[in-house]
């Protein structure tokens, strides 16, 4: 009688321990999954465009734009370009199959603002992203960081997908409406994954 006894408190200790050991491997299954996710959420996004030549122009280049935590980083270099300082804007459409790349329509404004320079208090399109210098030899760079664009997360207040990016001939003077009188549309990529 002593052995079935001890057998059966065996077995019971011995059920009890694997359903608390399932439970604590139940919650730690849990923990790694909530982990995980928050690891996969924090992960970068990146896409890289490269232009072409438009207008009858031999400007060409790349654009690598990389999301992380929520902010996009654009990294733009460019060649064959006249010196001085050139436009850059993202356009509405992700079709540069014109001469002209006027098939990428107008600037991405999906919040209906006029147009302007990025940051200012009085509005600017979420496509107007500024002017940079090329040199002596045609090539220009530059690096450009938001929160207010994303890539594929579907706001189209936000969202880069399906856009183009175009370098202009000359400057942006941040005040004629609706492009900045920036010039001929000499390079243009689609941006799209």
């Known amino acids: 009688m002593k052995k079935i006894s001890l057998l059966i408190l065996g077995i019971l200790i011995s059920t009890t321990s694997c359903k608390k050991v399932k439970k604590e491997t139940e919650e730690t299954t849990e923990e790694v999954k909530e982990v995980v996710e928050e690891v996969k959420s924090d992960e970068s996004k990146k896409i890289k465009v490269t232009l072409e030549p438009k ?26 370009l006249s010196e001085g300082e050139h436009a850059i804007h993202l356009h509405e459409k992700a079709d540069c199959s014109a001469d002209d790349a006027t098939s990428s329509g107008g600037h991405w404004n999906p919040t209906f603002k006029d147009h302007g320079k990025w940051g200012v208090e009085s509005g600017y399109h979420k496509g107007d992203i500024g002017n940079f210098t090329a040199d002596a030899n045609g090539n220009g760079t530059l690096t450009f960081s938001t ?40 390079s243009c990529g689609g941006v799209i994954q």
Do not use: Y
């Not at 654009?63 to 902010?71: A, P």
């Open 55 to 80: 207008s009858n122009s031999n400007v060409k280049g790349s654009v690598v734009f990389t999301e992380t935590n929520g902010t996009v980083k654009m990294v733009a270099v460019f060649e064959g």
């Open 147 to 186: 929160d207010e664009w994303c890539i594929g997360c579907g706001d189209e207040t936000k969202d880069i997908l399906g856009k183009a990016v175009i370098v202009h001939q000359g400057a942006d003077d941040f005040t004629s409406q609706p492009s900045g009188a920036a010039g001929a549309r000499v």
